[in-house]
């Protein structure tokens, strides 16, 4: 029997059945649009980081710093950290890939949340190992659940504290808890990209864990709160011997000066951090209570954005299509197994206004 053989190059086994990540739609019919599907940043940037990115424009013609260093000696005198023990990468997504690619391969298995950041599972099948999903509670993510999951397989777990795109988050005794009762050979990945948004007391982003614990390690990003989404920018905090093997598996120029200097600048202006805080706490608040009062259940969010439940997936689906017809772009949850939802990102005090007068007009 002959057996046709396909053309061309063919692709390691498993990377055909990956799923491909599709960002929130960026653009509408309308004379105006608000673009509220992508978490990103309603007050812009720092006018600090924005010119020290200017200033790079001098220095194109030169490779960057491969070791970030300015970039990791500002974050760690940010926090109280020690800079080798950082690593920095081009948005937290590639950090998460280093760390899959770096501690699994075929055979070996990793969990995530029902509920969890969608790159989880494509980094986790690009590695040849398998993903494993613990069930929710409240689309909050469950230690127990978690932890049930795991094997004599399992390497990696990786946990969004605060969780995208539910928006909730676990209590830092629980992460502890998580951790007490990992088997030492198992990484938790704690991915905390929305840290900055949260001041509960009992919330931590995980920086004494990461401090402390040799299979910890703490991934941060540029891209919410500090506003620098289009540099794709993000850092790591853990043990020395972890970041060591990042650090041999990395681009070796994979941050740009501009970022390094954009990042340099965003870190040390606390001013703008603390606006873009109270910004988010003040309209958070009220898109959550407002779209409550017209009958809609909002999940308790502590990030920038707030996942809104429809009754079905029709009028979920109905609802995207009327606010994009209004210049409103929120975020389909589909992919991630909630198509009676939307995702609605914290924007201008013009979008919030609109979104809910749309949202009113729709369920008259």
């Known amino acids: 029997m002959v057996t046709s053989t396909p053309a061309g190059p063919q692709p390691k086994a498993g990377i055909l059945d ?3 990540y599709v960002p929130g739609k960026a653009g509408a019919k309308g004379a105006k649009v608000h673009k509220l599907s992508a978490n990103e940043s309603p007050i812009g940037a720092s006018s600090l980081a924005a010119a020290a990115y200017a200033q790079e424009a001098a220095n194109l013609s030169l490779y ?21 023990r950082i690593i920095c990468g081009a948005g937290s997504d590639e950090i998460l890939q280093l760390i899959a690619h770096a501690y699994l391969t075929a055979g070996d298995e990793a ?20 993903a494993v999903v613990a069930p929710e509670k409240n689309y909050t993510t469950d ?21 995208n795109p539910t928006g909730t988050y676990l209590p830092f005794s629980e992460v502890k808890r998580l951790h007490a009762a990992l088997p030492p050979h198992v990484l938790l990945v704690l991915d905390a990209a929305y840290a900055e948004f949260v001041r509960n007391n009992d919330y931590e982003a995980g920086i004494a864990l990461a401090s402390e614990a040799p299979n910890v390690i703490m991934a941060r990003t540029f891209s919410k709160i500090h506003g620098l989404a289009a540099l794709r920018l ?22 740009s000066s501009a970022a390094i200097s954009a990042g340099v600048a965003a870190i040390g202006d606390t001013a703008f951090v603390e606006r ?19 009958g809609l259940v909002v999940t308790p969010s502590v990030g920038n954005f707030v996942l809104i439940h429809f009754k079905d997936a029709a009028q979920a689906q109905s609802a995207d299509a009327y606010l994009q017809a209004h210049g409103l772009i929120l975020r389909r949850m589909d992919g991630y197994g909630l198509p009676h ?10 979008a919030n206004r609109a979104v809910v007068s749309a949202l009113r007009e729709l369920l008259k």
């Open 18 to 20: 990956i799923t491909a």
């Open 276 to 294: 873009a805080y109270q910004h988010n706490e003040t309209w958070l608040h009220f898109l959550s209570e407002e779209i409550r009062k017209l």
């Open 143 to 163: 230690v127990d659940a978690m932890l049930a999951c795991v094997t004599p397989r399992t390497k990696v777990m990786f946990l969004a504290n605060p969780n």
């Open 341 to 350: 939802t939307l995702r609605l990102s914290v924007g201008t005090e013009e």
């Open 111 to 130: 969990i995530y949340s029902q509920y969890g950041f969608m790159v989880y599972p494509i980094v986790i099948a690009a590695s040849g190992a398998k």
């Open 64 to 84: 960057p710093d491969g070791a970030a260093t300015a970039l990791r000696e500002a974050i760690a005198a940010r926090y109280g950290l020690a800079a080798d």
């Open 234 to 255: 993000g850092w790591a905090y853990g043990p020395a011997a972890i970041i060591d093997v990042l650090n041999r598996i990395r681009g070796a120029f994979n941050v």
